[in-house]
């Protein structure tokens, strides 16, 4: 099959699959994964026109024009709809290069006006910026599966270990606690609340 046919069709799939949403939305992390080995921003042809397109000089703007050119979406909306696949999210931040610390930018590129909202640290896509940047050996595990974004923040130090009790069943409270305390953390506990 001809390159810029391909590169059309997959723009094509891939801006169908966000615009519809529910049903397509697993379509969404295989397609941009094929998005980005072929450069289907690049020059195409516009299958909805049957035209030659001479690309954008940019992912991020291949993103946000409209169709049938782009995607029609929002950088950091479509990074939402792929925030529960860490390999496609790693290769979309990768694709458009917007460093961690970045909080917001203009960038007029020829095209379509791009701006990034600020970066939620605490998200999937925050985490792995984050541990891309200073941890890449977390970063790796968790991109191999043998970590979720959570466990390797905690042990880069970005969050701390959280258990969610009920209050109401004292039973159940203290069966949690003995469970995911050690005897020394339960002593301490103790001996601060006898303390009050």
Known sequence: MDTLVFRGQLTQALGRSIRDGAGSITNIPGLLERVLEQRA?????????????????????????DAPLGLGSDVDAFEQLIEHNVQALDLYQEALKRPAHVHAVDSDVGGPHIRYAQ??????????????????????????????????????GYRHRRLHVPIDDMDLLASMLRRHLDRTQRHELATRLEGE
């Not at 195409?44 to 024009?65: D, H, L, M, N, Q």
């Not at 541990?131 to 905690?154: C, F, T």
Request: no cysteine; aromatic share 8%; net charge negative.
């Open 119 to 156: 970066p939620d640290h605490t998200s999937t896509a925050g985490i792995l910026r984050r541990l891309k940047q200073d941890r890449p050996d977390l970063h790796g595990r968790v991109l191999g599966g043998e970590l979720s974004p959570n466990a390797a923040s905690i042990e880069a």
């Open 41 to 65: 921003w690049e020059e195409r042809i516009v299958i909805e026109t049957g035209e030659r397109f001479p690309g954008f000089p940019s992912f991020a703007a291949y993103v946000v024009e």
